[in-house]
Structure formats: structure tokens, C-alpha cells
């Protein structure tokens, strides 16, 4: 009788069993997954390296391709806290690591493919992860991994294919994702150490990927987790039962999404207010965004912030700090003439053919094809040819009275009308109002009316003897946008060509800023770029370093120019791969939304229209 009391079980001994066999959900533990994905090119190497990224980077998976030699004791011991998965490669450089936070339910899938590892991460929608490694000299054949496929999976790691630059390897890989409906996900920067091509990124269905591309290796954020449905499906069963322990759990599970889906949204908004005045997509992002919400009447406006740092909320003090910003920009501007204006410029037909911009009858494809033509014959002739884009800074705004009225009046325009056109444009003023607080007015000493029709049509008949400064290049004009091409001599060698070329390139630039200083029409040399073409394989290296007065001009392989991308090859290639890429994207995620059994009609308006 002792020995059965001592057998049978007691109440804390029953509870504790309970606990142990009713495991806790874990797919409430977070709301996204932090994935690190790093081509490591040999783990013994780089051992430190990795370490050093992922105790800087907290993540909850881990994928490592080319690994190389494995010491499996080493990193069980340096991450106690994750499951190692491990595949082999086919030679002494290859294979791929997969390393998963324990409290994360997964399991492998064996597979006998070097290189690849397939893991089953069981959530609340069960998601299949694939890492893999495409060694370079041997090439992957993409329909093997069809077999392991789910409705919701990812492929992550380096695939050794540029899905841009590629041409037919790109080609077999992506229409290989397309029969899947696979959507591929691309870093914005180039992921390859030895070149400029992106071979690092995802392909996936089912699941929703924001990319963030840093100096090392690529971090993608998985939004895997939907707790507000979680909680919803508790408190209808709580509804149902009666059980206030259920109505608990749901309402703390609800609090924990609301709370991470506020904090991710901070996050994003603080890194897109942090960025909005850089140039590049993540800026173009914000401002496609916010622009709909604008209206004609301004924002609140709290405070304003003084370049020594002071700040003042006075709505008077606002208005005059405002007002001298402005003042300083419209003022008139100080002509300085380093030559004499001893030529007078007689043009009869005033407006060139080359001008397109803000005429009738004159079209921005057809000035874009011409363009193209141009550059195209001159290579044809073995001549190699740099294409010079040209922007000016606040064209429209820096327009110069006294020598616009003057250039007019040498023109043959009847005084008439340049005495309207002088009413219209001397003797503006402006002011700034905050709260209802207005400020001192001001004059405007340069530039045209905004919104006015008339502005364009004056800048471009200011500026219509514009290429008869640089006749050592083609130039091609749309409104206040040059693009110059200049060509090289052609019958002699290829190296002797390149010297004179670049001494035709520099001719033009003095030209060019001879022009701007004589017309007061700044350049903005920042975004003046140069492309060179040319049939031959090789080109100079280094290229040649050019000067606008004391700016250098960056050399680009490509830009876009009139909302058309041209290469250094000029073919249509860099084009329909971005255009394809996107149109990929759009569609994966309406068959995404589509699955999910939350497609609507209007929705479906929506998406079309996008």
C-alpha cells in the first residue's frame, strides 16, 4: 500500500504532464521571420566574417552557400540556440548550411541534390524554404527542384544567373518560374564581388518578401505570421464555448499584432522620411506615395529650423526666415561675362528642328528614335561615339530677363510683343504665408511664371541657338534636356580615335560652359552624365577623366533618358527585363491575393488598374 502511494501520481505531477503534452502554438512568438542570406566563398575563410554579421544582425534563419570545408562541432557550439542543417556540394567548395532558431518548428526533407537543402517550416501555413548554392561551372537543371515544390515555399541563395544581363540562362530560369507561378524578389544593388551583376535574390509564391540589400550579405524580412486572424479564430471558438480563458489568449494575441504591425510601420515610415531627400528609389517610393495626398492649400507647418540649428515656432519669424530664403533665390542674378558679347546670333527659323520639346507636331518618341539612329550610324562607320546628357539646374526658373528680352529683339520678334512679354515678366513679386501670418513681399528678379504655357515656349526660344556653340556634336533637344553626341574621327586607328574623341569631348565642354556663363543658365552637374559606344570589345581603362569649368563628369553605362532606358550597347534588353520583372511581381501576388480566398471585385479593379 506504501509503495502504491508513493507510485500514483499527485496533482502538481499531473500538470506538469499536461503542459508537456499540450505544446504552445509558437507561431504567436513573432510576426516575422528575419532571414540572413550570405554567399560566405569558403567557411574556414571567413569564419570571423560571418560571426561578426550574424551577432550584428539578429535574425531567426540563417543560409549560407559555398560553404566549402564544414566543422559541424564549431558552429553547434558558436549557436546553441539553432538546428544545423547541412548539404554537400559536389566538390571541395561547395555546399549550403541552413541554421533555424529552435523555438521555430521545421524538419528536413532529404534530397539528393548537391547543394540544395529543403527545409519544412511548420507554421500556420506550413512553408517550405529551399537554400541552394548554382555553382558556376556546372549548371543547375531547374526542373529537378519542380518535385518539392508547395502552395507557399521560397528559394533563396546564389543562383549565378543575372536575371537582367543573362540573356538565355536568365531566360530557362525565369520560364521556369513562371510555369510555377513563382515571382522572383531582387536587391536593388549588385550582390556579385567580381562584377556588377545581382546572382543573390529569391524566387517564392505564396508569401509575402521585403528585401534589404547591405554591404555583405542580404537580409530579407518573411511576413509570415497573420495573428490577427489567429486571434479572430480563437474568439470565435470562446464565442462558441463560453471560455473565458479562450477570450483571454485571443485578446493578448491581439494586442501583440497590433503592437508589432505599429512598430514595423514606424520603422518604415522614420527610414522613408530619413531618405526622401536622396536620390534613388527609395525616394521616388515616398513621393509617388505622399504626392496623391497633396492639396493646394499648404501642410501645417509647427517650426522651422535655422541652418545654425536654432529653432522658432513664431509664425511671424516663420514668415520672415521663409521670406529671405526666397528672397535670396528670386533675386536678380549678378551677370558676370568673362568674354565680351561680340557676336550676334542670327537664326531664321528661331526654333531648330532639333528642339521637340512643347511644340506641336513634334513627338518625344520620335526624338528618342533619332537619337538612337544617330549614335547607331556613327558606330556603323567603326568611330567610337559618347553620348553627353546634359541637365540644367532649375531651367525654368533661372530664366534671364535682360538677355531673353535682348536675344528676342535680335531675333526679329516685333517689339510689340517682346514689350508684353517684358510686362509679364518684370515687376512680379511674391510672399509667403504661414498660419495666416504673411510675410514682407519680394521681388523676383529671374525665372517665368509657374503653370504658365507661355514659360516653356520663351526658354526654348532663348536657348534656340543653343547648338550653334557646340557644333562638334549632334545635339538633340526636349524642352530644357540636351543630349549631345560626339563622335570620333573615323579611317584611323581605334586608340588614336579614343584620343581624339576625348579631345573633341573636352572642346565641347568649354563650349558648353561658355554657353551657360554667357546665358546665366546654370548646369547641374551633378546629374550631367556621359555614355560611351563604341563596336570595338575593349574600352578605355581608365576612362577619361572630363571637366565642365571645374566639375567632373560622370561616365554611366546607362540612363535614362525621356523616361526610356539606353545602354552603352543600345539594345532594348536592360528594358523588358526590368519591365518583365515587375509584371512578374504584379502577378504573382494577384494569384497570391487570389489563393488566399480574399479576392474581390473591386479588388480585382484595383489591381487591374495598377
Not at 83 to 90: K, L, R, S, T
Not at 94 to 102: A, C, D, F, N, S
Not at 119 to 144: F, Q
Request: glycine content about 6%; hydrophobic content about 40%; aromatic content about 10%.
Amino acid at each position: 500500500m506504501v509503495e502504491e502511494w508513493h507510485a500514483s501520481q499527485t496533482l502538481s505531477s499531473c500538470l506538469s504532464n499536461w503542459f508537456l503534452s499540450t505544446r504552445r502554438d509558437s507561431r504567436t512568438a513573432h510576426s516575422f521571420l528575419y532571414t540572413l542570406c550570405f554567399n560566405v566563398r569558403g567557411l574556414d575563410a571567413r569564419w570571423a566574417e560571418v560571426y561578426l554579421l550574424s551577432t550584428k544582425h539578429q535574425f531567426d534563419i540563417l543560409v549560407l552557400g559555398e560553404v566549402g570545408k564544414v566543422d559541424l562541432s564549431l558552429i553547434g557550439a558558436t549557436y546553441p540556440s539553432y538546428h544545423c542543417f547541412y548539404q554537400a556540394g559536389e566538390n571541395a567548395f561547395g555546399g549550403v548550411i541552413v541554421l533555424i532558431r529552435q523555438n521555430i518548428p521545421a524538419s528536413r526533407l532529404l534530397c539528393s541534390l548537391p547543394n540544395v537543402c529543403i527545409i519544412d517550416l511548420h507554421l500556420e501555413v506550413p512553408t517550405r524554404l529551399i537554400g541552394i548554392y548554382a555553382p558556376a561551372s556546372k549548371s543547375l537543371v531547374w526542373n529537378d527542384l519542380s518535385r518539392f515544390t508547395t502552395p507557399s515555399f521560397i528559394i533563396m541563395g546564389d543562383f549565378n544567373v543575372d536575371l537582367e544581363k543573362d540573356g538565355d540562362k536568365a531566360d530557362t530560369l525565369l520560364n521556369w518560374a513562371d510555369d510555377l507561378d513563382m515571382a522572383p524578389f531582387v536587391p536593388d544593388a549588385h550582390t556579385s564581388l567580381r562584377s556588377d551583376r545581382t546572382i543573390d535574390y529569391a524566387l517564392g509564391i505564396g508569401i509575402e518578401n521585403r528585401f534589404r540589400h547591405m554591404k555583405g550579405p542580404q537580409r530579407v524580412i518573411i511576413n509570415r505570421f497573420s495573428l490577427l486572424a489567429h486571434s479572430r479564430t480563437i474568439a470565435l471558438k470562446a464565442k462558441r464555448t463560453g471560455s473565458v480563458r479562450l477570450r483571454e489568449e485571443a485578446r493578448r494575441i491581439r494586442n501583440i499584432a497590433r503592437y508589432e504591425l505599429k512598430r514595423f510601420r514606424q520603422e518604415q515610415l522614420t527610414k522613408q522620411l530619413a531618405d526622401r531627400h536622396k536620390s534613388g528609389k527609395e525616394s521616388n517610393l515616398f513621393w509617388s506615395r505622399t504626392k496623391r495626398h497633396f492639396r493646394k492649400a499648404s501642410a501645417s507647418l509647427r517650426g522651422l529650423i535655422s541652418p545654425d540649428g536654432e529653432s522658432s515656432k513664431d509664425p511671424q519669424r516663420m514668415a520672415n526666415l521663409t521670406a529671405d530664403y526666397y528672397e535670396q533665390l528670386f533675386k536678380e542674378p549678378t551677370v558676370m561675362r568673362p568674354h565680351p558679347f561680340l557676336e550676334v546670333l542670327k537664326d531664321l527659323g528661331i526654333l531648330p528642328d532639333s528642339q521637340s520639346g512643347f511644340r506641336a507636331g513634334h513627338r518625344l518618341q520620335t526624338r528618342v528614335l533619332l537619337l538612337l539612329e544617330q549614335i547607331y550610324s556613327t558606330m556603323s562607320n567603326s568611330s567610337p561615339v559618347a553620348t553627353v546628357f546634359v541637365d540644367f539646374k532649375s531651367a525654368f526658373d533661372q530664366l534671364w530677363f535682360e538677355g531673353c528680352l535682348g536675344k528676342l529683339i535680335r531675333m526679329g520678334i516685333p517689339i510689340a510683343f517682346v514689350n508684353w512679354i517684358r510686362a509679364w515678366l518684370e515687376g512680379r513679386r511674391g510672399r509667403i504665408e504661414i498660419q495666416e501670418k504673411r510675410s514682407r513681399w519680394f521681388p523676383i528678379g529671374r525665372g517665368g511664371p509657374q503653370g504658365s504655357s507661355l514659360t516653356p515656349t520663351l526658354f526654348i526660344t532663348y536657348h534656340a541657338d543653343m547648338e550653334h556653340f557646340v557644333p562638334m556634336a549632334a545635339s538633340y533637344f526636349f524642352a530644357d534636356d540636351l543630349a549631345a553626341v560626339v563622335s570620333a574621327q573615323i579611317g584611323i586607328k581605334y586608340t588614336q580615335q579614343v584620343m581624339d574623341l576625348e579631345q573633341r569631348l573636352r572642346t565641347f565642354f568649354d563650349q558648353l560652359e561658355y554657353y551657360s556663363l554667357l546665358a546665366v543658365q546654370p548646369i547641374n552637374y551633378k546629374k550631367t552624365q556621359m555614355m560611351w559606344s563604341a563596336r570595338a570589345v575593349g574600352y578605355p581603362n581608365p576612362m577619361p577623366n572630363l571637366k565642365c569649368g571645374d566639375n567632373s563628369i560622370e561616365w554611366v553605362k546607362a540612363y535614362k533618358y525621356l523616361g526610356y532606358w539606353i545602354s552603352t550597347k543600345l539594345g532594348w534588353g536592360h528594358v523588358i527585363s526590368r519591365t518583365q520583372i515587375k509584371v512578374r511581381q504584379q502577378a504573382a501576388l494577384i494569384k497570391s491575393v487570389r489563393l488566399g480566398g480574399s479576392m474581390s471585385s473591386s479588388l480585382r479593379r484595383v489591381l487591374f488598374s495598377t
